[in-house]
């Protein structure tokens, strides 16, 4: 997500959403997945403060960030940090312009937070990688 190519494809992606996508997998709906996404990109920028997962999840997720952060896409249904679970109703329109805002923030470089509640410490490198995963594995949940 650090880069312009990867950024203007993530953007590309998130146009072709309209409030009737339907999910291929999973429980949120369109507007839900936006600011799931959104948040999930808020959270390198400092702008979403997360807890840390509880131990031994922490040791966990250390031993398995390599292997999340090479090819391939995530796991379907992975568990996710408290701070970005959305249950609520959202609006499309709102959601989509905030994804499309931390998109933007997060692509220019606007790191602050230094560790992942799951994954422990993150360089800016792993940051943009895992947020380009996640935002690519919802955009696919979506179909687009």
């Known amino acids: 997500m650090l ?3 990867d950024k203007n494809e993530i953007l590309q992606r998130i146009e072709k959403l309209t409030p009737q996508s ?3 997998w999973g429980s949120m709906n369109v507007a839900q997945m936006l600011a799931h996404c ?3 990109a808020k ?3 400092g702008d979403i403060k997360t807890t840390p997962a509880p131990f031994p999840f922490t040791l966990l997720g250390r031993l398995i960030k390599s292997k999340v952060l090479a090819e391939g896409p995530l796991r379907k249904n992975s568990p996710t940090a408290k ?3 959305i249950v609520d109703t959202k609006d499309f329109e709102t ?3 905030n994804f499309i805002t931390a998109v933007k ?3 220019e470089g606007a790191i602050k937070a ?3 509640p799951f994954f422990g410490k993150m360089t800016a490198q792993e940051w943009g990688r895992i947020n380009y995963k996640h935002n690519d594995h919802h955009l696919s949940q979506f179909g687009v």
Do not use: F, R, V
Request: glycine letters at 4%.
């Open 3 to 5: 880069n312009e190519a």
């Open 22 to 24: 339907q999910p291929l």
């Open 38 to 40: 959104a948040n999930g």
């Open 43 to 45: 959270m390198p920028t």
């Open 83 to 85: 701070e970005l679970k």
């Open 95 to 97: 959601e989509k312009a």
């Open 105 to 107: 923030k997060l692509s």
């Open 114 to 116: 230094d560790k992942h």
